[in-house]
């Protein structure tokens, strides 16, 4: 299902900034967009207590996200500017409109779309990690993005009860937009 027949309007931008492995950024730049829409309708039919209706309506309409495909060396790089880890690890997640207790919006936003994030994946670490569960390098990477979306929009996975309610709408997700290992 594409994002457009979710009813979806934000967009994810792709980018690749990473020589290692190929990668086919215009087809990922759909699969990404149709998992956002995915993730809008999941959040629709499964309201999360730090959304609204009406700021998920916003997000799915507007919201945009960017992601950037890296190496481990890179990811390294940023794992330490901004974690304080001297690691490459799979994904880093950067909110824009999330400071960890609600929703703001730029108080100019408007009609316009709007950076809901940024996202980072590392290809190198998503292809041993794939590898490692038995699955695609391409479910790896759907479940990432996924997994980064969601810290976008506030979630996390610290207590128990925030790691099932996150893990179970990452599985939905993945279900729903045919991503199986």
Aim: charged content about 25%; glycine content about 6%.
């Amino acid at each position: 299902m594409s994002s457009s027949e979710l009813g979806a309007m934000g967009a994810v931008h792709v980018s690749n900034k990473q020589r290692k492995l190929p990668i086919d950024t215009k087809q990922w730049t759909e699969t990404m967009n149709t998992l956002f829409a995915e993730i809008c309708r999941n959040l629709r039919s499964d309201a999360a207590k730090h959304i609204s209706k009406k700021h998920l309506k916003i997000i799915s309409e507007r919201g945009s996200i960017e992601l950037m495909f890296v190496g481990n060396k890179k990811i390294q790089e940023l794992n330490q500017q901004f974690r304080d880890k001297d690691a490459a690890t799979d994904v880093l997640s950067f909110p824009l409109i999330f400071d960890g207790e609600e929703v703001n919006f730029p108080p100019d936003f408007g009609q316009e779309t709007f950076e809901l994030g940024e996202i980072v994946i590392s290809l190198e670490r998503a292809q041993e990690q794939a590898l490692d569960f038995g699955h695609s390098l391409d479910r790896e990477i759907a479940f990432l993005f996924v997994h980064g979306v969601l810290h976008v929009l506030g979630f996390d996975h610290i207590t128990k009860a925030q790691e099932k309610d996150m893990f179970s709408r990452q599985k939905l997700v993945l279900d729903a937009a045919g991503v199986s290992r």
